[in-house]
């Protein structure tokens, strides 16, 4: 095998035939100091395009990867291919490991060769410009106006998708002045509208004022305002809205942008809609209107706002649940309060038989008991239950009454208040018994009950249950005909158990 040596100061250099993983001219690449051993070697007639046996770098690549700018300007006169592709790194040509390496003036000594093809793909079909967007925002600009098209697609991704979805405004603008298609779509049908986050204003509206398409659905066939208004950034939704989305449309299950506003809680967004022309009492495909969910989210702002359109309040959803039983699952007082204020049926059952006086008492709910106490609902309705947050999740596998729930549940404070307002105790076979729920053997709730049984009530309540029993929820306005005292008025309303 042949061997050459080279002296250069104190640096010594041998190849030992075409078997060396790295042959001299590479090893002489490395330092900016080796200029004249490199003409030496090039004098020689070494080959200016030799491959290292593994990763394939050629003397050019590897002059840029240590910053060797004059001699890669030797190189680059004396004819070494500026295209040449690694195999086996992820920045595969000269150009590519410029941009990763972040030094401009290295940048301009390649593009300053004539025979530099800026679009040069990687064995990933990837080039330079989609490294300069991913980690070297900075020589964006150089390489489009040196010709890089923001159109060529990598891994199934445009330049202008990775642009946006790094929330990078400056580089997006580039890209879009420099003809970057907003159309263009990713392997599952989704255009770069879609990459931006849904807080960013500013890059909807660089790709909408584009030509992006505001009614764009993605391939789970969420329309992109549907998709952006369960975020909730205002800004984003009134700028989708701004530049032409339909409000009123609906992904594959008739969530429209409303319902998502309304579920999640974004009240000014619910307002924008709204006043946008949304639609609002659109039921779903399972039956929930903005109402209904804005119920189910536990957002009473919301509420307030649609029911000042005068949705409707009885709505029933597929598993005949109601806004005012999700309301009284959730716990919110003042929401059951308004429900019923603007006509709500506070009797009406789901489809496994749940009242909401049931769900309040399941879900010790004092202060909404006293609500639907007041409204002369009916107190013995009995149900397996049913949680409307959770579908088809059934509590019981019997039928069990309220009264027996406050019971096992040891909440005298609901067990009294139950039996203030007239429960009849000799319509549960269980008491009537005496077999009471396991986990009350020994607890208030027992005793309260059997004290109860055991003294006769007193002849007001009598009267006040006979009352509510024969004239039902029209009791009020046959008290407020009646020439009383205002509190025998508020007693029969059943108003003093406010108090309790």
């Not at 005949?320 to 929401?335: F, R, S, V």
């Not at 397996?384 to 999740?393: A, F, I, K, N």
């Not at 929820?473 to 158990?497: N, Y």
Request: glycine fraction near 6%.
């Amino acid at each position: 095998t042949s061997s050459k040596i080279c002296a250069c100061n104190h640096y010594r250099i041998a190849e030992r035939g075409e078997t060396a993983s790295v042959k001299p001219i590479h090893l002489v690449a490395m330092s900016d100091t080796n200029h004249d051993l490199l003409l030496a070697l090039i004098s020689d007639g070494c080959d200016l395009n030799s491959l290292t046996n593994y990763h394939k770098f050629t003397p050019l690549y590897v002059a840029v990867s240590y910053g060797c700018k004059s001699l890669m300007r030797i190189l680059i006169e004396r004819g070494a291919k500026v295209n040449k592709v690694a195999s086996k790194t992820i920045f595969c040509t000269a150009l590519d490991q410029a941009i990763q390496r972040g030094d401009s003036e290295i940048l301009d000594i390649l593009l300053s060769s004539k025979k530099i093809k800026v679009n040069k793909t990687s064995s990933r079909n990837e080039t330079a410009l989609h490294l300069a967007v991913l980690i070297g925002r900075k020589f964006v600009s150089t390489l489009l106006s040196a010709g890089a098209d923001p159109n060529i697609v990598y891994n199934h991704t445009t330049c202008l998708m990775h642009a946006v979805s790094s929330q990078d405004e400056e580089t997006t603008k580039l890209l879009l002045d420099h003809g970057a298609n907003v159309k263009a779509k990713d392997r599952d049908g989704h255009e770069a509208i879609f990459y931006v986050p849904r807080t960013c204003a500013n890059l909807y509206r660089l790709l909408l004022d584009a030509g992006a398409d505001p009614n764009a659905i993605d391939s789970s066939g969420f329309p992109l305002l549907v998709n952006c208004t369960s975020a909730g950034n205002y800004d984003s939704v009134k700028t989708i809205i701004e530049h032409g989305a339909d409000v009123n449309l609906t992904n594959s299950v008739q969530y429209s942008s409303l319902h998502m506003a309304a579920w999640n809680g974004h009240t000014d967004c619910v307002d924008l809609l709204i006043k946008s022309g949304a639609i609002h009492d659109k039921q779903t495909s399972d039956g929930n209107t903005p109402l209904a969910l804005a119920c189910h989210g536990n957002h009473p702002k919301v509420v307030d706002l649609l029911l000042s359109l005068g949705c409707n309040v009885n709505n029933v959803d597929k598993d005949l649940d109601t806004p005012l039983l999700y309301a009284t699952h959730n716990g919110m007082t003042d929401t059951v309060k308004s429900l019923i204020e603007h006509g709500a049926n506070p009797d009406q059952c789901n489809r496994t038989g749940t009242s909401p006086l049931w769900s309040a008492v399941y879900c010790g709910r004092k202060e909404v008991v006293k609500i639907l106490l007041m409204e002369d609902v009916h107190l013995e309705k009995p149900s397996v239950g049913s949680d409307p947050l959770l579908r088809s999740v059934l509590v019981y596998n019997n039928p069990v009454s309220p009264l027996w729930l406050a019971t096992a549940k040891s909440d005298t404070e609901i067990l009294q208040l139950l039996l203030y307002a007239g429960y009849d105790v000799h319509k549960e076979q269980w008491l009537t018994n005496r077999e009471f729920p396991e986990i009350c053997l020994e607890n208030d709730g027992r005793k309260i009950l059997l004290d109860h049984l055991s003294s006769p009530l007193p002849l007001r309540f009598i009267c006040r249950n006979y009352l509510r029993r024969k004239f039902g929820r029209s009791l009020r306005k046959v008290v407020d005909s009646f020439e009383i005292p205002r509190t025998l008025k508020g007693f029969l309303l059943l108003q003093d158990i406010q108090r309790m």
